[in-house]
């Protein structure tokens, strides 16, 4: 068995910071990730192949890594790229917070949105007040997105079983 040499490399990608969390050489990698070769591997983390999303797939249910599918949403997706995912782990608590926060800000602007939708359209005179109330619910919607993505960690390290199966 090759032990494989550690990268001095700086810079790194996500894709090998996160193999090397885990002290996973390439070739180990490679025998837990289905279809995947060190060369693969090796082209993937260094940007000289560009990675497929059923490549990233493989990956982040290899190595229980879930983030990896967001930061690839988030950061290297096109249409990923428009929308604001969260691109880093949060702790529930924090999560919680955000989340309230959000909801109670909305709520103390319901009224308000309201009688800007009412009539269908946005009027001049209402504008400011639309952009600040979208920008609440797109704390909310972010807020969704890290808890989703909190709870998809704890499904990989076992700490949860996947919501379906709860029912």
Do not use: H
Not at 32 to 54: A, D, H, M, V, Y
Not at 139 to 153: G, H, P
């Amino acid at each position: 068995m090759t032990l494989g040499r550690r990268s001095t490399k700086e810079n790194k990608s996500i894709w090998q910071t996160t193999r090397e969390s885990l002290d996973l050489t390439r070739e180990r990698a490679a025998d837990l990730i289905p279809g995947f070769s060190p060369e693969r591997i090796e082209k993937i983390e260094n940007g000289r192949t560009q990675i497929q999303p059923e490549d990233v797939v493989l990956m982040a249910e290899s190595y229980k890594a879930p983030a990896l599918r967001n930061y690839y949403c988030a950061n290297e997706c096109p249409i990923g790229r428009q929308r604001n995912l969260p691109t880093e782990s949060k702790e529930l608590a924090q999560i919680a917070v955000e989340t309230l926060n959000a909801v109670n800000r909305i709520s103390k602007n319901r009224d308000r949105l309201l009688e800007i939708v009412e009539d269908g359209q946005v009027r001049t005179d209402e504008y400011e007040d639309f952009v600040e109330i979208k920008a609440n619910l797109d704390r909310i919607a972010l807020s969704v997105s890290s808890l989703q993505l909190w709870v998809d960690e704890q499904i990989a390290i076992g700490k949860m079983k996947p919501l379906e199966e709860e029912q």
